[in-house]
């Protein structure tokens, strides 16, 4: 986005609010939402990708050098669906840290 | 200038439509619509009109059409009446705050229950705030003309906002008029190709009706509210520009017989040519009444309205709506909000009249007239009932 959305002035705004930059949804931090932190437990996973599909925020990417899964905490929201989802137990969910 | 035909109302609305080559028609077909969009399928199935039209399941559905068709740059149009508005009312808002242009024919009836068909202004009343330009028509040859403009504007580049058309239900829309027809000649002169500032097309991405966090909520409704105020000189300009086509001039506030008047009556929609019959009669009298009649609700045309009351001792409102338990009926609260800091303001007293499609004729305005300025201590009356 050009502007942060907080110094975007009224005549600024596209007609009716049209978004002419696609997926500027992606300038929104939703991982200052989090107070819950999930914590991936790597020798229990058994690489069924549930967790990857079901983040409703597509916070968790494959790494395959390593062949594992990896949280992007600027997306996680801490919603701990991929814990709930997984089942083998491999995404333990903590409290977030000061 | 074509022919002068005698026509239901709605359907010359019909031919209007027709007549600026509407792409798309969504409407649902049942009490309490009028014939406008039955005429326009009429037309589109016998291919007299290269239209769209969409027979929705609901009138929630109807103007959900009429977005996504505006959004891709179609022209739009609907029809719909009182318990058809309140059913699309979530998209109605919608529409306008996207700033989708589109035309709607709305039929003025009263808001169940008791229930009714029949006229008064409670529709409209309830989406007042809406958002959209909302234009009062007198008669048939108003309504037809207005169609014309209400496009014009609607799809303005500067404006890019809903309009609609108040028809009162059954005294103006099934009511047979003599109506000069436009030519299409006259009409490519008038109305220029749609062309939207967005639309939803592969080549260009946008999204439309995105999110608004709290930090972008109020400047996105500022900016509409201001582009609502902005219309004022396009209205204004297009209404011009089919004078000199039609020889008609419409105006938001037309004064009729006001010279030296101390009492105005104030009034919308089709009530006015009966209000005119009773300034008629109380000039006789040698009374001093003139008449206002306000034609365009939004943008309100507050400057025109400060000088058409200006000098005037009373002003008897004629409002077709209740506000329950409101500090007055719309209009009324209105017209004392507007003149409120003017240093001298006259009274102005609220009659509600012709509450679901209750006959208003020259003789109970008279009536109102006189009640209002025999008791000035009393000024909200609900005129004419009964105990």
Redesign the interface.
């Known amino acids: 986005m050009a502007k942060p959305?907080?110094e975007?002035?009224?005549?600024e705004?596209?007609?009716?609010?049209?978004?002419?930059e696609?997926g500027n949804a992606s300038c929104?931090h939703t991982g200052t939402w989090r107070s819950q932190r999930p914590r991936y437990i790597e020798e229990r996973c058994i690489r069924c990708w549930r967790c990857f599909v079901m983040c409703p925020d597509a916070a968790i990417h494959p790494d395959y050098d390593n062949n594992v899964f990896v949280w992007n905490y600027t997306y996680c929201k801490g919603c701990g669906i991929c814990s709930y989802e997984c089942p083998v137990d491999a995404i333990a969910v903590e409290e977030e840290g000061e | 200038m074509d022919r002068k035909v005698g026509i239901e109302v709605s359907i010359a609305a019909a031919e209007a439509a027709a007549l600026c080559d509407v792409d798309v028609v969504a409407a649902y077909p049942i009490t309490p619509q009028t014939h406008v969009v039955e005429h326009l399928s009429e037309l589109v199935a016998s291919g007299e009109l290269g239209a769209e039209f969409v027979p929705v399941e609901s009138e929630h559905s109807a103007m959900s059409v009429c977005c996504g068709s505006a959004a891709t740059g179609a022209r739009t149009f609907t029809a719909t009446a009182s318990q058809g508005l309140a059913l699309m009312a979530e998209i109605v808002f919608i529409a306008s705050s996207m700033r989708l242009p589109m035309v709607m024919f709305l039929s003025n009836r009263a808001l169940s229950s008791p229930l009714s068909i029949w006229n008064d202004h409670s529709d409209v009343m309830m989406v007042r705030d809406c958002g959209w330009i909302q234009i009062f028509c007198e008669n048939g040859q108003d309504v037809y003309d207005s169609t014309f403009h209400a496009f014009r504007v609607s799809e303005d580049p500067e404006v890019s906002l809903p309009v609609m058309i108040n028809v009162d239900g059954f005294i103006l829309t099934h009511v047979v008029e003599p109506i000069e027809f436009w030519t299409k000649d006259m009409v490519r002169k008038y109305l220029p190709p749609f062309q939207p500032a967005y639309s939803l097309h592969p080549d260009k991405v946008v999204t439309m009706g995105a999110f608004g966090m709290p930090e972008i909520f109020t400047e996105q409704k500022r900016a509409h509210e201001q582009a609502l105020r902005d219309s004022m000189p396009i209205i204004l300009k297009a209404w011009d520009e089919l004078a000199q086509i039609t020889g008609r001039k419409y105006s938001p506030v037309e004064l009729y017989r006001t010279e030296g008047a101390d009492t105005l009556i104030l009034a919308m929609g089709s009530i006015c040519e009966t209000a005119s019959l009773a300034v008629d009669n109380m000039r006789e009298d040698g009374k001093k009444v003139g008449l206002v009649r306000l034609r365009l609700w939004r943008p309100f045309p507050v400057d025109e309205l400060r000088k058409a009351l200006a000098g005037a001792k009373d002003v008897v409102v004629l409002d077709r709506a209740v506000t329950p338990g409101g500090g007055n009926a719309p209009v009324t609260s209105e017209i004392r909000s507007v003149m409120y800091h003017e240093p001298e303001k006259p009274r102005i007293h609220c009659m509600i009249a012709g509450l679901g499609g209750r006959d208003v004729g020259p003789d109970d305005i008279s009536r109102m007239v006189e009640m209002a300025l025999i008791d000035k201590t009393f000024d909200y009356h609900m005129y004419g009932v009964r105990g």
């Open positions: 959305i907080e975007i002035t009224w005549q705004i596209e007609l009716g609010g049209v978004i002419t696609p929104y």
